[in-house]
């Protein structure tokens, strides 16, 4: 991976002060060297901002970094720890001549670092900064697949946008011109392509995505954290192993079953017992399962995670399987409404809906997002 085609950029052949969102996946493999690096090297970062997780994604989530300097330049944390500059100000953008955002895709609704760039384009609008934007075209690491339902405005929030779906299936110019097209914003944006990518060694986006197929379950393991289960957090393998303390291994034996017998040949759970570090039953002792996936163009990670989820379900009451209370600092919503951000999901959860009537809910949204994005290519070509 390395940046000569942003570098190349005539634009970027000015000497502007630029503000630039990435973390440590903006690494230049060919130069050895960070992109911020690169532009201090060239006396052209004037504000370094950070997303989630801060700059080496060294921080759990909902942590922040807070404000400081690397290496003379000011960093200014789009998520403190106090939560106060999580909404984007002009401040961010003071003294500055473009925008360059550079931040990793995963294909998930759920990833706030995509949430943190469409915030960033709603201040440029509403504030009225006139100033260029660049931003790096990167391949969904997920892929072109698409699963689930838009997020409806009741239950949007940091951790989901309003209008996209669970596994949207843009790579990172689509979305960004997606965004722009929700806010009526006709702004000057370079969509520049990355080089090298696909050849280049995997670098965590983030600090509970530690390996490329964790994202392939991604858009369905992250549900979980709207349960008393732990998904996974606080072990090596964040999102493919979810338990609880109080599962008897007979119960995640039973579910594997029934689960392996719905996915045959797609994906399987194998019955497994861990001990999270950190993070939901700290130091406990969990049974229930690790997610293989055997062939991820067949296996849909939403409905596989909804199918198990109302499994475990099965095994619990209301009050005991989901969490309770607001989950987010922006919404009065419980952490369902605002991950699975979908009444009729939720209802399957809990056992309330049949299995072929949100098949055919979800086959139907998605078919139709589908076509959103054919608009959107058909007006950007």
């Not at 970094?65 to 789009?78: A, N, P």
């Not at 954290?225 to 995640?252: D, I, N």
Request: hydrophobic share 40%; glycine share 8%; aromatic share 12%.
């Amino acid at each position: 991976m390395d940046y000569a085609p942003l570098f190349q950029h005539v634009l970027f052949q000015s000497r502007q002060r630029i503000a630039l969102l990435c973390n440590q996946s903006s690494y230049d493999f060919a130069a050895r060297a960070y992109l911020f690096d690169l532009l201090i090297a060239q006396r052209r970062l004037h504000r370094l901002l950070l997303p989630e997780h801060g700059l080496f994604s060294e921080r759990q989530d909902q942590e922040g970094q807070g404000h400081g300097l690397y290496q003379g330049v000011e960093c200014r944390s789009l998520y403190d720890p106090d939560k106060s500059n999580i909404v984007p100000t002009p401040a961010c953008l003071e003294g500055c001549d473009a925008l360059l955002i550079d931040v990793p895709n995963v294909g998930a609704r759920y990833y706030t670092y995509h949430t943190h760039m469409y915030w960033l384009l709603r201040c440029l609008r509403d504030h009225h900064i006139h100033i260029p934007v660049w931003v790096v075209d990167r391949p969904n690491l997920a892929g072109s697949k698409i699963e689930g339902t838009p997020m409806p405005a009741r239950y949007a929030s940091f951790v989901g946008l309003e209008g996209l779906p669970h596994r949207h299936g843009m790579n990172t110019g689509q979305l960004v011109r997606w965004m722009c097209a929700r806010l009526r914003y006709n702004l000057p944006l370079y969509v520049v392509p990355l080089a090298g990518y696909a050849q280049s060694p995997f670098i965590p986006p983030s600090p509970n995505i530690p390996y490329l197929g964790t994202v392939q379950v991604y858009a369905g393991q992250c549900l979980w954290e709207a349960t008393a289960w732990s998904e996974g957090r606080g072990t090596t393998q964040p999102f493919e192993l979810v338990g609880h303390p109080e599962l008897y291994w007979e119960a995640s034996i039973q579910m594997a079953r029934l689960f392996n017998s719905r996915f045959a040949g797609q994906a399987l759970l194998r019955p497994v017992r861990f001990i999270p570090s950190f993070h939901k039953h700290q130091g406990k002792v969990c049974t229930g399962f690790q997610l293989h996936v055997l062939t991820p163009g067949s296996y849909h990670s939403l409905w596989g995670a909804l199918y198990a989820m109302r499994l475990a379900r099965a095994l619990m009451t209301a009050d005991t399987f989901w969490r309770s209370g607001a989950y987010e600092f922006d919404s009065p919503c419980t952490a369902a409404q605002v991950l699975a951000g979908d009444d009729l999901l939720i209802a399957f959860v809990n056992g309330e809906v049949p299995e072929q009537e949100v098949e055919k809910y979800l086959h139907s949204e998605e078919s139709q997002w589908r076509y959103t994005i054919l608009q959107l290519s058909e007006r950007t070509t």
